[in-house]
């Protein structure tokens, strides 16, 4: 497991298994989001073998499934709202954490310039530089 911050609330991590759990509770996370569907892993990795163990290791668990398609506003906003709607740091997860870097990147326009969006995840190791049009007008449409 590799987790990695992009702000001192909001982490994000690949794929995590049923044995890292313990370590994310240890790391003081109070929340997990999933963000990868079950159709991509196979059953123990799904989300609730995940969430089963999340949850008995007394921590919040949400599933929000991205793809492509589905990195619509609406799951930007409610991605933002399930991260910011707990009393501390969330871990986000999908295949490798982009996804989750992205929509959360996605859900920053209207609270930090492109730039500093970028250079956050750029920290934890995802290079988004590719989304810099869309944060740009996400944010002229915005403010």
Same mark, same amino acid.
């Given at each position: 497991?590799?987790?990695?911050?992009?702000?001192?609330?909001?982490?994000?991590?690949?794929?995590?298994?049923? +044995?890292?759990?313990?370590?994310?509770?240890?790391?003081?996370?109070?929340?997990?989001?999933?963000?990868?569907?079950?159709?991509?892993?196979?059953?123990?990795?799904?989300?609730?073998?995940?969430? +089963?163990?999340?949850?008995?290791?007394?921590?919040?668990?949400?599933?929000?499934?991205?793809?492509?398609?589905?990195?619509?506003? +609406?799951?930007?906003?409610?991605?933002?709202?399930?991260?910011?709607?707990?009393?501390?740091?969330?871990?986000?997860?999908?295949?490798?954490?982009?996804?989750?870097?992205?929509?959360?990147?996605?859900?920053?326009?209207?609270?930090?310039?492109?730039?500093?969006?970028?250079?956050?995840?750029?920290?934890?190791?995802?290079?988004?530089?590719?989304?810099?049009?869309?944060?740009?007008?996400?944010?002229?449409?915005?403010?």
């Amino acid at each position: 497991m590799e987790i990695r911050p992009i702000t001192p609330r909001y982490s994000v991590s690949p794929q995590i298994a049923v +044995e890292d759990v313990p370590a994310i509770a240890e790391a003081g996370f109070v929340k997990v989001i999933c963000n990868r569907p079950n159709m991509e892993v196979p059953t123990d990795m799904q989300s609730d073998a995940i969430g +089963e163990a999340v949850r008995a290791a007394g921590l919040e668990y949400e599933v929000l499934e991205l793809t492509h398609q589905t990195m619509t506003p +609406e799951n930007v906003a409610l991605q933002r709202d399930l991260a910011e709607s707990c009393s501390g740091p969330v871990l986000a997860y999908c295949a490798s954490g982009t996804r989750c870097s992205v929509v959360w990147a996605l859900g920053q326009c209207d609270s930090m310039s492109t730039d500093e969006i970028l250079n956050a995840t750029t920290k934890a190791g995802y290079q988004l530089e590719g989304l810099r049009p869309t944060l740009d007008q996400i944010r002229k449409t915005s403010g």
